[in-house]
């Protein structure tokens, strides 16, 4: 397990929609207990994996470990089932916002149907702060914040505050800029990781096409292909750049 760097707002990563996963595999539950590390590590209730730059439909959850009691929770492709008329307000904070807070208004109950860490189905009736928590976090997986749900003058504000405090605040001028990756061997990966999840305009990447192995019956995609599939970044494999 490792810990893992959050993106913060204001970042385009965060706004994008997440895509479901089709097995709960050995790259998923590592990406959950990194994810379930990196919550910890930042004194966290929630995390999508899109708030460390994974477009994938996966959260985890602890909302008692605070209490000296971790109880990890694995979410995969959750989906609401029902929520309830009734309302209940909290304080929400989130990890994608640092240091913020506001009373956010969400249904009181929910039931949720999801894969768990096993990628076996389940079905959750939520309520309380575990029903606004896990309401919260899918939000993410639909770009959407809570601060989203404020004014727009609060909203402003808000990022305001962010970007004055950011210690990157420079790469909000450089995202105007377009970028062009070029990379195969996986000492590339953390370059364009790191330009990614800075919130760069990568316009495409170029990298080696696949290579055949054992006489041709098994085909090797380079290691930054590999990892533009996962962000669905666009990509080209050209023969030659001549």
Request: proline share 6%; hydrophobic share 35%; charged share 25%.
């Amino acid at each position: 397990m490792s810990v893992k760097t959050i993106i913060t707002e204001p970042n385009k990563i965060l706004r994008q929609i997440s895509k479901p996963v089709n097995i709960v595999g050995k790259d998923e539950q590592s990406l959950m207990d990194d994810m379930l590390e990196t919550m910890y590590a930042a004194d966290g209730i929630g995390l999508a994996a899109i708030q460390i730059g994974i477009p994938k439909r996966i959260i985890v959850m602890d909302i008692s470990w605070t209490k000296g009691e971790k109880k990890p929770m694995y979410f995969v492709n959750p989906v609401i089932k029902n929520k309830d008329n009734d309302k209940s307000i909290y304080e929400e904070g989130c990890l994608s916002v640092p240091n913020q807070f506001a009373e956010i208004e969400r249904p009181k109950n929910c039931e949720v149907e999801y894969l768990n860490y096993k990628g076996e189905k389940k079905l959750l009736k939520a309520e309380g702060l575990l029903a606004t928590c896990i309401q919260h976090e899918m939000d993410h997986l639909e770009g959407i914040l809570f601060i989203d749900y404020l004014s727009k003058l609060k909203k402003s504000m808000i990022i305001k505050k962010l970007l004055k405090n950011r210690p990157d605040r420079i790469v909000v001028w450089l995202m105007l800029k377009k970028i062009i990756f070029m990379g195969t061997p996986y000492f590339a990966v953390p370059i364009l990781k790191s330009l990614y999840q800075n919130g760069y305009n990568i316009s495409a990447v170029y990298t080696q096409p696949p290579q055949k192995s054992n006489r041709g019956q098994k085909i090797n995609k380079s290691p930054i292909q590999g990892f533009s599939e996962t962000l669905n970044i666009e990509f080209r494999t050209p023969s030659s750049l001549k």
